[in-house]
């Protein structure tokens, strides 16, 4: 079985790499270290199908060092040695460049064998991996190598794989191939910035059109067939993840209801329902909150309705509770009293409980002003009357204020005119 498009065509210059300008651009710091033929311990972080692999491949040719390849999720510490054994074999007498990929999953014994290797200078290490290093790579590792953060391929350079995928598998199979721009475009689209799903793409739409006339006739129909979802690139435990659900509620929460449908539509593409549905409901509490009040019963209303009926008719209840969200107007005022009122309990601020609130209907001998001395609300005019609730030590405290919104401002004119006339 033949290997991959994407590893049959790996890029022969750094010019040749789609994407990745930020570092591989002209006088960027990541090109002008590979330029210089001395490569340090290097770290690349970000998605997957955006050229790590293929600029550690560069690396090693660059180099002409020898190129070992481990893979965090099957490689053991033995695998480790055996590689540094290699060292000081005739293949590793310039030295070995090992690429690890997904190097979070190797545990903290594993990162501390391969630490003793690379503290030589015998071993070069280029690790990738999807998840942010900081959280998941020992810091030993860290400190003595270099972080680079790659980002997903703009559909405009994808393109250029693209073509360059088509020229190649047409000199491959000495056959014309014919496809036209909307065609690439959608290709290229679809993949969601990931270049080696995009080259996927390319040959199975060159592998599924006719050959008419000595040419492969490549048509937007068959492309549309197979990239059907192509683009949706989620991981529920990763940074994708939280990233798209964290754009999903500041959407929301900043009024921008396009925005929101877009994250909303993301998130069920990839089939996480309940992300969509609890980020909704802390949106609908969080940010809009007391300034429509109405809105935490017509959420939730919502969200029991998309969670009886699932996907895919789940997408409409949400989508209209995500406009209305969008649309409402925002208070955090209530947010604000409880997080201000946890943080007097937790330095400690507080003091019994004022008498007439406790739950107490007998005082012993030893109380000589006996009685609770509570005070009905609903016994006096308005339903209030003014009485000590805070503890003695915070007494004048105020943690709630009222927001600039229409509701709480009917609120605080209400209650002006109440506690006024007391």
């Not at 002209?26 to 293929?54: A, C, H, M, Q, W």
């Not at 014994?109 to 030589?120: D, R, S």
């Not at 990738?128 to 959280?135: A, G, M």
Request: aromatic share 8%; hydrophobic share 35%; with cysteine.
């Amino acid at each position: 079985m033949s290997s991959p498009l994407a590893d049959r065509m790996r890029p022969q210059s750094l010019d040749d790499i789609v994407g990745q300008k930020h570092l591989l651009g002209k006088d960027k710091p990541l090109r002008r270290i590979i330029e210089s033929g001395t490569i340090p311990n290097l770290i690349f972080y970000g998605p997957s199908g955006v050229g790590k692999t293929t600029l550690a491949n560069y690396i090693a040719k660059l180099t002409n060092k020898n190129f070992r390849k481990l893979n965090g999720t099957t490689a053991s510490t033995s695998d480790i040695k055996e590689v540094f054994a290699s060292t000081d074999t005739l293949l590793g007498m310039n030295g070995v460049l090992l690429y690890l990929d997904e190097i979070q999953y190797f545990n903290k014994k594993q990162q501390q064998t391969l630490l003793e290797y690379i503290e030589n200078g015998k071993i070069t290490l280029v690790a990738s991996t999807t998840e942010n290093p900081y959280f998941y790579v020992y810091n030993a590792i860290l400190s003595r190598s270099t972080v680079f953060e790659f980002k997903s391929v703009e559909p405009d350079e994808v393109e250029r794989a693209v073509l360059r995928g088509i020229e190649f598998l047409a000199e491959e199979q000495g056959t014309k191939i014919e496809i036209d721009n909307d065609s690439v475009r959608h290709i290229a689209t679809a993949c969601g910035g990931d270049v080696r799903k995009a080259m996927n793409a390319v040959e199975l739409s060159v592998l599924a059109s006719p050959v008419v006339d000595g040419s492969r006739i490549v048509t937007l129909e068959t492309v549309r067939e197979l990239t059907q979802k192509s683009a949706v690139r989620y991981d529920r435990d990763g940074d994708e993840h939280y990233d798209i659900v964290s754009a999903y509620q500041k959407s929301m929460r900043g009024s921008d209801p396009d925005a929101a449908m877009h994250y909303l539509a993301r998130l069920l593409e990839a089939g996480d329902l309940p992300s969509a549905c609890r980020r909704l409901m802390v949106c609908a509490a969080e940010d809009v909150g007391l300034a429509y009040p109405q809105i935490l019963p017509i959420v939730h209303s919502c969200v029991e309705i998309a969670l009886k009926v699932g996907l895919p008719e789940a997408r409409i209840p949400l989508a209209d509770a995500v406009i209305m969200v969008c649309n409402a107007p925002k208070s955090i005022s209530g947010i604000s009293a409880v997080d201000a009122a946890i943080s007097d309990v937790r330095a400690g601020k507080g003091g019994p409980i004022p008498r007439q609130l406790q739950n107490k209907h007998f005082d012993g001998e030893d109380n000589p002003n006996k009685g609770q001395f509570y005070k009905y609300p609903h016994s006096y005019p308005n339903h209030y009357v003014p009485q000590q609730y805070l503890p003695d030590s915070l007494v004048g405290t105020r943690y709630y204020e009222f927001g600039d919104n229409k509701t709480e401002q009917a609120f605080k004119a209400y209650w002006d005119k109440i506690k006024g006339e007391n």
